[in-house]
């Protein structure tokens, strides 16, 4: 099984369908030149200050030569503005999380993720891992994006995915033919489902890859990245109706109520 590609202006029902059958899909030309500079430009002092992990531990999750930022809805406008709410997102999470989740979904995780040179491969993993309530396969609770700020190239970290894999039972692993590189041009985006195993590649490259991932959750979830806490009160009320809705301010059903007299 490949990871299928499409190109901006495709049917956005064709890529979900593609993603929810190969549990990935990359689509390119979706944010240009400009966009990922201003991301750059937002984030640089957040990277500057990010602690760059020197020394590597097989053991640990994240490898190192490695440098992650996250709150990108306090730090970056243009991911705020251009991308959470993405339509092609919106369009991907509609066909895969509202079935599951009558009332919306919500940002789950906001980060950059930078993988410099000598990094080894991450873990293969799956983005549901928190849900262990469900057997696999399970009801889809996740959607992932990652952004390609700069190309990813097999030599220099490109995600790593099994497709088909968000079908697997838990205990099947992945042959290594069936691990793939997911390559894409500056400008692209990679989804992929909760279900699907996948990890960042090792970089063999001199430069570093740069993504932002944004991941979303059936709303009735606790999300991953604590939204409440990485998004002050001031900058909430700068929000979009629409992003602070899936941000989770707003109630889901009868979840999530507040007191306002409490400041
Ligand atoms: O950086 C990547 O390509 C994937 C990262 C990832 O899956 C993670 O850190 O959980």
């Keep these: 099984m490949s990871i299928p590609q499409f190109s901006a202006g495709t049917s956005a029902s064709d890529i979900a369908e593609a993603l929810g059958e190969a549990g990935c899909a990359v689509v390119t030309g979706v944010m240009d030149a400009e966009l990922r500079q201003s991301i750059r430009d937002e984030l640089a002092p957040h990277m500057a200050n990010a602690r760059v992990i020197e020394d590597d531990?097989?053991?640990k999750f994240y490898p190192g030569r490695t440098r992650r930022v996250s709150a990108l809805v306090s730090r970056s406008a243009s991911v705020t503005d251009?991308?959470?709410?993405?339509p092609l997102s919106r369009h991907v999470c509609d066909?895969?999380?509202l079935p599951n989740s009558e009332h919306g979904y919500q940002l789950h995780v906001s980060?950059?993720?930078?993988v410099g040179p000598g990094a080894r491969e991450q873990v293969l993993h799956r983005e549901e891992s928190s849900f262990t309530f469900f057997p696999l396969p399970r009801p889809n609770i996740i959607v992932a994006s990652m952004w390609a700020v700069t190309e990813f190239r097999a030599d220099n970290g490109a995600t790593l995915l099994v497709p088909g894999s968000h079908k697997w039972p838990a205990d099947r692993k992945a042959r290594p033919d069936e691990i793939l590189s997911a390559e894409m041009p500056a400008g692209a985006v990679l989804f992929w489902m909760g279900g699907t195993l996948h990890g960042a590649g090792a970089n063999r490259s001199q430069d570093?890859?740069?993504g932002v991932i944004l991941t979303y959750s059936l709303g009735w979830v606790r999300q991953e990245e604590n939204q409440y806490l990485n998004v002050p009160r001031e900058r909430m009320a700068e929000l979009s109706p629409e992003v602070r809705r899936l941000l989770g301010f707003d109630m889901y059903a009868a979840l999530g109520f507040y007191d306002p007299t409490v400041a």
Excluded: F, G, Q, S
């Design 57 to 59: 531990d097989p053991r």
């Design 82 to 86: 251009r991308l959470v709410a993405h």
């Design 95 to 97: 066909t895969h999380l």
């Design 111 to 114: 980060a950059t993720i930078e």
């Design 208 to 210: 570093w890859r740069y």
